[in-house]
């Protein structure tokens, strides 16, 4: 099972993300949504949470300060960023951490479905926390 938190100001990406999970054969469990990356660390210090899906422009605290926070508490959560905005240097810098994998919006399902099938596959042989 596969506790994801997903984060985007937009309410539709949010509700596309989720339907866009739903129609995988993997067992997952949206276990907070949040409109910023505020609202994440507080989702993220409620539940337990195997996968961050965020955006990086967002009110409050963007996805590259949640990354930054998150990271202080945990550098093993698999994080998720999907914008439609990064440059050469953000992509750079966000895979340079094996935890993270950069999807551009708009969302592409296969892409999806395999880094899902991939983090569940991690999660069920115990190689990841």
Known sequence: ????????????????AIQTIGQFD?????????????????????FHIDLIITDLEM????????????RQ?????NILVVSSIASQKI???????R?????????NNKVLEILLLKLEHRLAQGTDT
């Not at 508490?73 to 959560?77: E, L």
């Open 26 to 46: 993997i067992e997952h469990n949206i276990v907070a949504q949040a409109t910023n990356g505020l609202e994440a660390l507080q989702a993220y210090n409620e």
């Open 1 to 16: 099972m596969i506790n994801i938190l997903i984060v985007d100001d937009s309410h539709l990406a949010r509700k596309r």
């Open 73 to 77: 508490i945990n550098n093993f959560i």
């Open 59 to 70: 009110p409050t605290m963007d996805g590259l300060e949640l990354i930054k926070e998150i």
């Open 99 to 107: 935890y993270i994998d950069f999807v551009k919006k708009p969302l």
């Open 91 to 97: 992509k750079q810098t966000l895979k340079s951490d």
